[in-house]
């Protein structure tokens, strides 16, 4: 794990080589150096500031995030935990911060919320009603074409049980098992049934009811 410890100054007077590894920066190049002022980011300076006179006060800080720069402008994600450095004599002479590199783990979840977006913008405008419930069959996804072919808006729906307020009578027992087989795991293919419209017209519907999982 990266390791760099200041005085009450600021200055730099520990770099680990794992510091020295992620950041390119040498222990040579950065010992007696104003950590803050020269190796951390503009936007970020205040709230690394704000941290190391939080430790420098006796208070610890656990799992600040921030972007510390390399050698060559590249920005390094770290997870800093920045603790008060005591001497021999119980005086406060500095702080230690030991960090962990989660660039990629920032990186894989920028791109887990872009893909979540993609396929959110797919559900909404596919050319295929789509629709979803939780576990107590409440309804938590309807999609554009759901709404068109049902003329009920989204808000119309959103929470509601889809089962109870919007199967006729007749239909209401072998959609609720299949939507309950769905919920236990068991996937159904080609179900007919109709869905009925806000309007009382009939649409038939061929449903594929699949599990979904977090």
């Known amino acids: 794990a990266p390791i760099f410890g200041i005085d009450t100054d600021g200055r730099v007077n520990e770099w680990n080589q794992k510091a020295a590894e992620i950041t390119g920066f040498g222990k040579d190049e950065v010992m007696g150096h ?16 704000a941290v190391l006179n939080n430790a420098l006060l006796g208070e610890n800080t656990a799992n600040f995030e921030f972007p510390l720069y390399t050698k060559d402008g590249r920005p390094v994600e770290v997870l800093l935990n920045a603790t008060p450095r005591i001497d021999s004599s119980g005086q406060l002479v500095g702080v230690v911060g030991v960090g962990q590199d989660i660039t990629e783990k920032k990186q894989a979840e920028v791109e887990l919320t872009r893909v979540a977006a993609d396929l959110r913008k797919l559900i909404d405008t596919a050319n295929a009603p789509i629709f979803g419930i939780d576990t107590k069959g409440r309804v938590n996804e309807w999609n554009d074409k759901a709404a068109a072919i049902t003329r009920r808006s989204k808000d119309e729906v959103m929470g509601h049980d889809l089962v109870a307020e919007f199967i006729s ?35 038939e519907v061929l449903l594929n009811a699949t599990t979904r999982r977090d």
């Open 34 to 49: 104003d950590l803050v002022a020269e190796f951390i980011s503009s936007e970020f300076k205040e709230s690394v500031q």
């Open 169 to 203: 009578p007749d239909y209401r027992d072998s959609v609720k098992r299949v939507l309950d087989n769905a919920l236990a795991g068991q996937e159904t293919a080609n179900f007919e049934f109709p869905l009925y419209t806000k309007t009382g017209e009939r649409v």
